[in-house]
């Protein structure tokens, strides 16, 4: 398994109840993994908990064969090789496309072929020099995936990332965005609210209430 | 706390935070545990004879300051915010004007205006036939105390309560209007009880500029617990009773702190809805709108426009014989030691801001409140708390020193530039960080989490996102800063290094030394920096609203 968490245990300071409770699951490489849920259920809080944002109270999360987080170990969120799509997109303001794009990719020498190859995965070869203002919300929705994608990630992570377009545009770019992951061939945990959105690109849904998991459903083996 | 998630909760910021953290308690912990030294033999004395007056004085003072700054500062936002009438945009940004004159200059410059020999009374005795030999007004007394410290710190009231008011809905006015109330009842019923977290902030914060004081009550003759700290410290070389004082003080502060926060009231007013329709001004007619107008000239006038014709002309009379090189010299290291003091002020407060944003703990928590008590505890019991703190400091070193062969046997910081610096971040440092923490509160922690996911460490997330991005926060905490640093006297008055100056301790020197026209010209120099900062900030805020 690709992606390995056991026991996984979490609540935030200064609250009584475990936002995450015992959670124990296991993702298979390659995989689009989608988390539904109702707001509170502890999605989104498990996304930081495997980037690193947040620190679990115990548990043990093994990213390919290596421990990310155990009682003994704990790996920084800038060393874990995990790129996020947030919500809303937090594309640095201060900077153009190709430089938020640029920003995590460590290799001078090939930032800029590297830069220009994600754009075109992206269809945005144009808005190189724009700034993210100056896009509309599914444009910058795009630049946030290459900036995660760019540095060649071994996980994705994706928080609500329909949440700020709307209808007509979801259907569109869900399907865009699951090609473009595809073609790039990474792991990737979403999380959302909406049903239908985690069922048209999943291959593996994970439903949380809770901080447990209620069921889950895989498109290949169907499993409760 | 798992051991291991202990470990991710300390890193730099964490130990930079609490070093800076540590500094800034360690004098006031000084003060309260040398209190507990025992007293000196002036103490008793001090306490049956002097103390009474001062504990009176001070807080006739404050009570009376508080109640007319309240009325003048509401009573102005409310006409400029509710109504229209001749000239109101004007007075929307002139009546903030006062703020630019420091309290004492204003002290020294109305008792020019009005004593036998000012202005006001020769003009009457030669014009109106008024009699010599009677002096009509008398500011050197308590009332005058209390009216220059209402003229001039009015507008904390009125820019606190302008903003708002700004903010209150439309809907709310004409629901009333609909129910049946006419404006006075409106003004009563619903906008003050909901202004009242306002006022209460706001007066809180005269208050406190009033106890910090020692300029106004010092040239008026008043005793007060400032003035009597300088007594006992410098007229009398009482430590102990200094710091006795100094502590007495503090517990003053904390009662109305305390207070402060039961008017405040449990309830914090705000609304189900983000779109607000803000209220439309009423057009003001008849003899209203003219009131209004003479009220609001009336304000500033006193507050503005009298001071500073009345300085202006001391400033043609003596600037000849005033500004030389050392003049020029000393208003140049007067800015400089501000401006390094104010970029000190906002590099402590970007480490410990940093600190508590990224981490939610109960440290990171206290952390952040710790940072805001310098501006609650007056000047001078910082100072004491200081200066105390670094004799004990220098004598201890006394040996490394020698060892070094330094400055053998003597005091160096104690008697340095490093002392009055160190004292006006833990001042000001309230002031910086408020306007570095609204900056990182704006922009969130999304970005730097981004940033980290992309491979980037903390360190090098804060130059390349944080900094950039909160660069205005940065630039208002410098201005807001340097302007409070320009003025400054008690502090520096104890604290500066022998024959060390700044533009507010000279003019302070001139206008003691009975050469209040000579003080003209480093009070108008003050002036001219504050107003040129607040319009700088002015300008940097409509950029960004753009």
Not at chain 2, 103 to 129: H, K, P
Not at chain 2, 167 to 185: F, M, T, V
Request: proline share 3%; hydrophobic share 45%; with cysteine.
């Amino acid at each position: 398994m690709f992606i390995k968490i056991k026991n996984l245990n979490f609540k935030y300071p200064g609250n009584d109840s475990w936002v995450i409770n015992d959670f124990d699951y296991s993702f298979r490489k390659g995989d689009i993994i989608g988390i539904l849920g109702a707001s509170g259920s502890g999605k989104s809080t498990l996304l930081r908990l495997m980037a690193g944002l947040e620190v679990p109270h115990t548990g043990e999360m093994l990213l390919n064969e290596q421990v990310i987080f155990n009682k003994k170990r704990i790996i920084k969120p800038e060393k874990r090789n995990i790129g996020m799509v947030f919500q809303d997109y937090a594309l640095f303001p201060h900077m153009t496309v190709s430089k938020n794009i640029g920003y995590g990719i460590t290799s001078r020498k090939d930032k800029n072929k590297r830069v220009e190859e994600v754009l075109k995965l992206v269809e945005m070869e144009d808005y190189a020099k724009r700034y993210p203002h100056e896009l509309s919300g599914g444009q910058q929705q795009r630049i946030a995936l290459a900036r995660a994608l760019a540095p060649e990630p071994s996980l994705l992570l994706m928080d609500e990332p329909f949440s700020s377009l709307d209808h007509d545009l979801q259907i569109k770019i869900r399907e865009e965005l699951r090609s473009i992951i595809k073609k790039a061939g990474i792991t990737s945990v979403f999380v959302t609210h909406n049903r239908e959105n985690c069922e048209s690109i999943s291959d593996e849904i994970i439903e949380l209430e809770n901080g447990k998991i209620k069921y889950s459903q895989s498109k290949t083996t169907s499993l409760n | 706390m798992h051991l291991n998630r202990l470990k991710g909760h300390i890193n730099g910021w964490f130990i930079a935070s609490t070093l800076i953290i540590s500094l800034i308690i360690l004098p006031n912990l000084n003060i309260i545990f040398r209190v507990f030294d025992g007293a000196s033999e002036n103490w008793a004395h001090i306490q049956k004879y002097l103390l009474p007056g001062y504990a009176l004085n001070t807080s006739v003072i404050v009570l009376f300051t508080g109640l007319f700054t309240l009325l003048i500062g509401l009573v102005s936002a409310w006409l400029v915010t509710a109504y229209e009438f001749p000239f109101r945009r004007f007075f929307t940004w002139g009546l903030i004007l006062p703020l630019t004159i420091p309290a004492y200059i204003g002290a020294y410059t109305y008792q020019g205006l009005l004593n036998y020999t000012g202005v006001v009374q020769s003009f009457f005795r030669n014009n109106l036939g008024f009699g010599t030999g009677t002096n009509y007004f008398d500011l050197m007394n308590l009332k005058g105390s209390i009216f220059v410290f209402t003229i001039f710190l009015y507008p904390y009231v009125f820019i606190i309560t302008k903003s708002f008011l700004k903010k209150i809905s439309a809907s709310i006015i004409e629901s009333g209007k609909l129910l049946g109330k006419s404006n006075l009842e409106i003004f009563f019923q619903i906008i003050l009880p909901i202004t009242r977290t306002a006022l209460v902030g706001s007066v809180s914060l005269v208050i406190l500029e009033v106890i910090n004081d020692y300029g106004v009550v010092k040239y008026y003759g008043i005793s007060t617990f400032s003035t009597a700290i300088f007594k006992t410290w410098f007229g009398m070389g009482d430590t102990a009773s200094a710091i006795r004082l100094s502590a007495l003080l503090m517990v003053f502060v904390f009662l109305i702190l305390s207070m402060e926060k039961l008017l405040r009231g449990r309830k914090k007013y705000s609304y189900s809805s983000t779109k607000i329709r803000p209220m439309k001004r009423q057009q003001l007619t008849g003899i209203k709108k003219y009131l209004a107008t003479i009220f609001s000239s009336l304000i500033f006038s006193l507050g503005f426009v009298i001071p500073v014709a009345q300085l202006l002309h001391w400033g043609y009379l003596t600037y000849s014989k005033v500004v030389d090189i050392d003049f020029i010299l000393m208003t140049l290291s007067s800015i400089s030691v501000s401006i390094i003091a104010s970029i000190l002020v906002i590099v402590t407060a970007l480490i410990v801001g940093n600190y508590v944003r990224l981490s939610n703990t109960t440290i990171s928590k206290l952390y952040s409140k710790v940072v805001t008590i310098g501006y609650s505890i007056p000047g001078a019991v910082i100072a004491i708390g200081v200066i105390t703190l670094l004799i004990f400091v220098d004598r201890q070193l006394r040996g490394f020193y020698n060892n070094i062969n330094f400055i053998s046997g003597n005091l160096f910081l104690s008697t340095s530039l490093f002392m009055l610096i160190f004292a006006y971040v833990i001042r000001f440092l309230a002031i910086g960080y408020q306007s570095i923490d609204s900056g990182y509160d704006r922009i969130g922690n999304k970005f730097t989490e981004a940033s980290r996911l992309l491979g980037e460490n903390s360190l090098s997330t804060f130059f390349k996102v944080d900094l950039p991005m909160i660069k205005p926060a940065i630039y208002s905490g410098i201005v807001l800063v340097f302007i409070d640093l320009v003025k400054e006297l008690p502090l520096t008055l104890i604290l500066r290094p022998f024959n060390f100056n700044t533009l507010a301790t000279k003019s302070f020197e001139y206008a003691n030394d009975e050469m209040i026209h000579e003080a003209s010209i480093a009070a108008l120099i003050i002036i001219t920096i504050s107003i040129l900062a607040i319009l700088s900030m002015n300008q940097l805020f409509k950029k960004e609203a753009t």
